[in-house]
């Protein structure tokens, strides 16, 4: 690395802690830490959630995937996630924002019943931990790769970056820092692939390059015998179950439109979030097809390498330190957001809602931020895990199928079926994670298929369960369902109150 470009990513790397100092006197109670207030506006929200989706895990693990797959993992940036993107904002995101929660358990919990809300906290907080691990892993790759840092110094770097402006500023902090975040991850990327096309020859020259060795790598939909993207799967699995579950039960993505100055906002930052979103492919998959019309020699775990083999071989000084920053601002980006999420839910669905449930505001404050440094440790403990899967995109998702099925399942039938009883939600919940549990440990099935049949078991679980139990009184469902919305201010008022007195 040369001197400017070690200039550029160290300044980077000072300037976002200092964020979150900055924000620090801004917080002074759990819901300006968790809900940043609930003073976002919609720009904000709309460069936050791009910021959180997109992390490292795209950068290198979807180059990763694109080298190994070919431009078939560019499903999850189009057909995994537009048509779910504007589901979330016009059918789910409105009853979140109306019912005033801080977590979409919570939502479920108030839907259903206070195991439905445990279950999924402790469900999507566990899966966020492992995630976490995923991308400090990812964080060790790049390093590793680029500076020739020792992975678990790389680890300890980032997480202590990203843990100090977290743990001060909360969510307005996160916010605020992925605006910027954003920016700097799309110029650099961009320039990348521009230059990248450039050296490799153009578009033609590098489809010339590729198809000899590797003919199903410019095909969007892979036959349906392959190991990991089967067409089949990607339809049923990714576009009708994972992907809606993704943008529409998963609290790191929700969680920045609960803190939204009024629905309006919170529904446009959403829509406004699938313009820059299309936009994704361009700077993490057609790297990764870059590097393999460059260098075809990378084979196992190392092909995860693409992406950061690129910034060293390819950029001149100064844009090498610039795309650089771009990835560190995409993986601090999605830590601070999973990081924040998960301390959210640990926090309100569990802590204070079965230990601790009448303290001052502040104590919630300093659990959250506790729980937040916890996170960080537990992450750094379960990195190493990401070895055992085919590749860093694949790991993510593969645990994620496990349960984002039936929590898919239950919140839908939960919102657009008043029949629905709190025992069909339960158990519909119950018997999908098992049934998606079943299929992984003892049958090995592929993640997409887990998906879709864990769905479908949970809906049909549900309906059966809800006919045979008595319905839940209508009182308990206003606000929550569709067709039982508030009449009025004062009925949404003494609703809001009820519900406070029953937590």
């Known amino acids: 690395m040369h001197g400017i470009d070690l200039f550029i990513v160290v300044a980077y790397l000072l300037a976002i802690p200092a964020f979150g100092f900055y924000f620090k006197r801004f917080v002074k ?11 976002l506006p919609w720009w904000v929200i709309s460069m936050s959630i791009i910021g959180t989706q997109v992390g490292a895990t795209d950068y290198v693990g979807a180059a990763g995937g694109a080298y190994r797959f070919g431009i078939a993992q560019a499903h999850y940036e189009w057909i995994g996630a537009l048509p779910a993107m504007m589901i979330s904002a016009l059918l789910f995101i409105p009853y979140y924002w109306k019912a005033g929660v801080y977590t979409v358990p919570e939502f479920l919990g108030k839907r259903y019943n206070l195991a439905v809300r445990i279950i999924q906290a402790v469900l999507w907080s566990s899966w966020l931990i492992f995630f976490l691990g995923v991308l400090f ?23 202590t970056i990203v843990g100090i402006y977290t743990i001060t500023g909360g969510l307005a902090a996160v916010a605020m820092t992925d605006v910027i975040q954003t920016l700097i991850m799309f110029i650099g990327g961009i320039s990348l692939s521009i230059l990248g096309l450039w050296v490799v020859g153009g578009w033609g020259a590098m489809v010339d390059k590729i198809i000899p060795t590797n003919p199903e790598h410019l095909k969007l939909f892979l036959p349906m015998d392959h190991p990991t993207y089967p067409w089949m799967g990607v339809l049923l699995g990714l576009a009708f179950v994972m992907s809606p579950a ?27 979030a699938m313009f820059p979103k299309m936009l994704i492919p361009v700077v993490t998959v057609l790297p990764g097809l870059i590097a393999l019309a460059l260098n075809p020699q990378f084979t196992g775990p190392d092909m995860d390498k693409a992406y950061p083999w690129l910034i060293k071989n390819l950029l001149p000084t100064g844009l090498a330190g610039l795309v650089f920053a771009s990835f560190m601002a995409a993986l601090i980006s999605s830590v601070d957001s999973i990081l924040n999420s998960a301390a959210t839910l ?10 601790v449930k009448n303290a001052p505001n502040t104590h919630y404050l300093k659990v959250g931020r ?25 790991a993510g998702a593969t645990m994620l199928s496990i349960f984002q099925g039936p929590t898919f399942g239950i919140t839908l039938i939960g919102i657009y079926w008043k029949r629905a009883t709190q025992w069909g939600g339960l158990f519909g919940l119950l018997g999908g994670v098992c049934l998606s549990s079943y299929l992984f440990f ?20 549900n309906v059966i369960v809800s006919y045979l139990t008595r319905p839940d009184p209508n009182e308990k469902l206003y606000g929550l369902v569709y067709g039982l919305v508030m009449k009025d201010d004062e009925m949404q008022d003494i609703l809001t109150k009820r519900a406070e007195g029953a937590e």
């Open 370 to 394: 506790i729980m937040t440094l916890v996170f960080i440790v537990l992450a750094i403990i379960l990195a190493p895990l990401t070895k055992l899967f085919p590749g860093i995109f694949v």
């Open 346 to 355: 640990l926090t309100k669905d569990i802590y204070q809602r079965l230990i």
């Open 442 to 461: 003892v049958i090995h099935w592929k993640f997409l298929y887990i998906a879709w049949w864990s769905f479908l078991a949970s809906i049909i679980i």
């Open 29 to 39: 109670d759990d819901a300006d830490y968790f809900l940043a207030g609930r003073m």
């Open 137 to 159: 892993w990812t964080s060790g790759l790049m390093l590793n790769e680029y500076l020739g840092i020792p992975v678990w110094v790389a680890l300890l770097i980032t997480a």
């Open 246 to 272: 993704w943008w529409c039960c998963n609290q790191a993505m929700i969680q920045r439109t609960l803190g939204a100055r009024s629905e309006w906002d919170a529904k446009a930052g959403m829509v406004f």
